[in-house]
């Protein structure tokens, strides 16, 4: 009694000057708004009883207006009475939302002061999500900091699971172009979702995938862009087909025919045709002119994209085109790596589809301090000579730094896949203890059981083999009513 006498005391001091009828303004049944703010106060730290108190006060709190809403929070602190200021400000983030920037600033305090977040995960989330858009209109960048605080506090005990604020903050730090603080949430690989918990939509799901994949893009992590757009192409589908998906495919085809040189086919076990067809259509004839230019000579494909220019620039893509197109010369002076032993710079400018001696010289100069070749250039001679291809891709060989930084990334591959592995046992240890699917495996095995009682009877009903006319129809009736 003397704690809240003395809280009491200070709240009063901190409420603004208003006439006695204002101050008792009443919100609920006979409840006073010092009442229901003693009672938060009271009950801070604990789910349970803030769920007493306020759910009472729910309907009424619900068409409460927003500045009455501010003055409730303006007497709580977000780092003392955390649970209860969520509870508050839930009510607040909803769609048209007329002081946008108060609600970012009480947003922002709680993100970045509250304790125990992860209490009230659905809460959190969406007025994390209702901040980030708030952030998107006004200032992105103010957004970053308080939804990593958040990101941190709701994947403490599951460091792999995605939420639905992990695409708005990836969103922002592309607006704000700080790539290197998307990298620190991208690069923690993403192993579970719990849609039902978490609230988390199909769209969220894209949408941090795919933003990924651009980060990835511009931080030149092509194998992890690859791997991002993929997830987005592969995800479960009914045949309908994400706006998402379509800008995955053409990032997808980009990155392929950089990386790879052609397009990287997409695991079967995974991937729905239909929809693959579907983008396929709505990419355009521009991206397929791109896909089969390898067939032509790097000039006539870059005309063509160059007459195309206006399409890739609308689709945010012309960089990557770019790429591509001085990337094929790349590619086929490797090609030549692994076809020829030695060559004139005369043969590989015109093998390569370069204009001359000159630029062969400057590419192959490029590329062997690259670490792309492996190869020797003799100026006196005008000619180079390819060397075995142990050594590609890796960078200047005999340093003891690149054995040690090769080893380190193994030790971590390693690790990944042990991780995963363990995580794999985990899910496939839950789906077959789970109650749903036992039932209905069970189910499954009692139907088969009552269709067909013997494994003959199984091949003569699949073969119709021994079986006349009319018991092939009465057979056929029956499994239809069945399955009916």
């Known amino acids: 009694e003397e704690v809240l006498k003395k809280e009491d005391g200070a709240q009063q001091e901190r409420l603004p000057h208003t006439n006695e009828s204002t101050r008792g303004e009443q919100i609920g049944k006979g409840e006073s708004r010092m009442d229901l703010i003693h009672k938060i106060i009271a009950a801070s730290g604990e789910v349970k009883e803030i769920e007493e108190v306020l759910k009472k006060e729910d309907a009424r709190l619900q068409k409460t207006k927003e500045s009455e809403l501010t003055q409730l929070?303006?007497?709580?602190?977000?780092?003392?009475?955390?649970?209860?200021?969520?509870?508050i400000l839930s009510y607040m983030a909803k769609e048209g939302l007329k002081d946008i920037g108060t609600f970012a600033r009480l947003a922002s305090g709680l993100l970045l002061k509250g304790t125990n977040l992860h209490l009230d995960k659905p809460r959190v989330y969406k007025i994390g999500k209702h901040f980030g858009r708030a952030c998107i209109m006004g200032s992105p960048k103010s957004g970053i900091l308080p939804l990593k605080r958040a990101i941190d506090q709701m994947c403490a005990k599951k460091p792999h699971i995605l939420t639905p604020l992990h695409d708005t903050y990836v969103l922002l730090c592309i607006l704000t172009k700080c790539y290197n603080s998307a990298l620190s949430v991208i690069a923690v690989p993403k192993y579970e979702i719990e849609p039902k918990a978490n609230r988390m939509t199909m769209t969220d799901y894209l949408c941090y995938y795919y933003y990924s994949g651009k980060v990835c893009c511009v931080l030149k992590?092509?194998?992890?862009?690859?791997?991002?757009?993929?997830?987005?192409?592969?995800?479960?589908?009914?045949?309908?087909?994400?706006?998402?998906?379509?800008?995955?495919?053409?990032?997808?085809?980009?990155?392929?025919?950089?990386?790879?040189?052609?397009?990287?086919?997409?695991?079967?076990?995974?991937?729905?045709?239909?929809?693959?067809?579907k983008c396929k259509e709505q990419a355009g004839q521009e991206y397929q002119t791109i896909r089969f230019g390898a067939k032509d000579s790097v000039a006539e494909v870059t005309r063509k994209a160059t007459e195309a220019k206006q399409v890739f620039v609308k689709d945010e893509n012309w960089g990557?085109?770019?790429?591509?197109?001085?990337?094929?010369?790349?590619?086929?002076?490797?090609?030549?790596?692994?076809?020829?032993?030695?060559?004139?710079?005369?043969?590989?400018?015109?093998?390569?589809?370069l204009e001359d001696e000159k630029e062969a010289e400057t590419k192959l100069a490029h590329m062997i301090e690259d670490g792309k070749i492996n190869a020797v250039i003799c100026t006196k001679d005008r000619m180079v000579t390819f060397r075995?291809?142990?050594?590609?891709?890796?960078?200047?060989?005999?340093?003891?730094?690149?054995?040690e930084e090769v080893?380190?990334?193994?030790?971590?591959?390693?690790h990944e896949a042990f991780e995963l592995s363990a995580k794999l046992r985990e899910i496939?240890?839950?789906?077959?203890?789970?109650?749903?699917?036992?039932k209905r495996n069970s189910m499954a095995s009692s139907r088969k059981e009552?269709?067909?009682?013997?494994?003959?009877?199984?091949?003569?009903?699949?073969?119709?083999?021994?079986?006349?006319?009319?018991?092939?129809?009465?057979?056929?009736?029956?499994?239809?009513?069945?399955?009916?």
Not at 73 to 87: C, E, F, K, Q, V
Not at 433 to 438: E, H, R, S
């Open 407 to 414: 080893a380190m990334k193994l030790k971590n591959k390693i």
């Open 428 to 438: 496939d240890y839950k789906i077959k203890t789970d109650p749903m699917f036992v």
């Open 450 to 484: 009552v269709v067909y009682p013997t494994h003959a009877q199984t091949d003569h009903a699949a073969t119709g083999y021994g079986m006349s006319e009319s018991q092939q129809l009465r057979h056929a009736l029956e499994k239809s009513k069945f399955e009916r």
């Open 73 to 87: 929070l303006a007497n709580l602190s977000p780092a003392d009475h955390t649970l209860g200021y969520i509870r």
């Open 221 to 277: 992590r092509w194998e992890d862009a690859l791997e991002h757009f993929q997830a987005v192409l592969t995800a479960p589908s009914d045949g309908c087909i994400s706006a998402i998906q379509i800008e995955a495919y053409k990032k997808h085809m980009l990155v392929s025919l950089l990386l790879h040189g052609e397009v990287v086919a997409l695991p079967k076990q995974v991937t729905n045709n239909g929809v693959i067809g």
């Open 388 to 403: 075995d291809d142990d050594h590609a891709h890796g960078g200047r060989t005999g340093s003891g730094d690149g054995d």
């Open 320 to 353: 990557l085109v770019k790429q591509v197109l001085a990337a094929m010369a790349d590619q086929k002076i490797q090609k030549l790596n692994k076809t020829y032993a030695t060559l004139s710079f005369k043969d590989v400018a015109r093998l390569a589809d």
